[in-house]
């Protein structure tokens, strides 16, 4: 099966302007996660959709980051506008829903990244 | 949340060497994966590991998640083995917590 896609694979705008990145998962993931990674600290959580829904967006950091993920499918992550901290490393992942009765099982497949430098 | 403690930040190997990576988190979990974050800066998952000893190839981890850590140890290392390596523990709402990472460098 064809993994986690996402592009652009890097992207260098200046502080001010609006980036937007999007993700590709794994046909039949239900669950999608972004993640991101910011001048070599932890890889934080931002958000989780389940299908097309928002099941939790408590990291995402404020309000210039939108997500939105129409028909359950590709999920795109807009920033704006974009400010210098805002560089970094953006991770999308995805699994499927875990199976009823089955409590651990979900396996997150990571793309490879979209690398965000705000000048 | 919870913390997740990487122990050592970086390690240097030579070729043939082994090693073990250490993941001291703070309170229970879900589950645990280990990644590897190649060159092109992809999360390659190498275990999905809430508790036991799993192996693949070279490389093997254990969970012992009465005492919240985990091992993953890397035998005769390959060049191939340079990267960072992530600890990943997932709370009961399936969010992911990271460790700052284990960058090990393999030299020839």
């Known amino acids: 099966e064809a993994g986690v896609t996402q592009f652009p694979s890097h992207s260098v705008i200046e502080k001010g302007q609006t980036v937007t990145l999007r993700c590709d998962p794994i046909?039949?993931?239900?669950?999608l996660y972004w993640y991101r990674r910011v001048m070599g600290k932890e890889i934080k959580f931002l958000l989780h959709?389940?299908?097309?829904?928002?099941?939790?967006e408590s990291g995402m950091p404020n309000n210039r980051f939108l997500a939105e993920r129409t028909g359950g499918t590709y999920s795109t992550l807009k920033v704006q506008p974009a400010e210098l901290e805002d560089s970094g490393v953006y991770f999308c992942?995805?699994?499927?829903?875990?199976?009823?009765?089955?409590?651990?099982?979900?396996?997150?497949?990571f793309g490879a990244g979209s690398r965000l430098t705000v000048l | 949340g919870i913390q997740v403690e990487q122990s050592p930040p970086d390690l240097i190997l030579q070729e043939g060497a082994n090693s073990t990576l250490r993941c001291n988190f703070s309170?229970?979990?879900?589950?645990l994966q280990w990644f590897h974050q190649n060159p092109w800066g992809q999360l390659i998952n190498l275990f999905y590991?809430?508790?036991g000893t799993k192996q693949n190839g070279r490389l093997s981890a254990t969970t012992v998640a009465t005492e919240r850590y985990s091992l993953l140890y890397i035998s005769s290392s390959q060049t191939t083995d340079s990267g960072v390596y992530f600890c990943?523990?997932?709370?009961?709402?399936?969010?992911?917590?990271f460790g700052a990472g284990t960058t090990v460098t393999v030299r020839a």
């Open positions: 992942a995805s699994s499927r829903r875990g199976l009823a009765g089955n409590s651990g099982a979900n396996v997150l497949t």
């Open positions: 046909s039949g993931h239900d669950n």
């Open positions: 959709f389940v299908k097309e829904s928002k099941q939790d």
């Open positions: 309170d229970s979990v879900n589950n």
């Open positions: 590991i809430p508790s």
């Open positions: 990943a523990v997932e709370s009961y709402d399936y969010k992911l917590s």
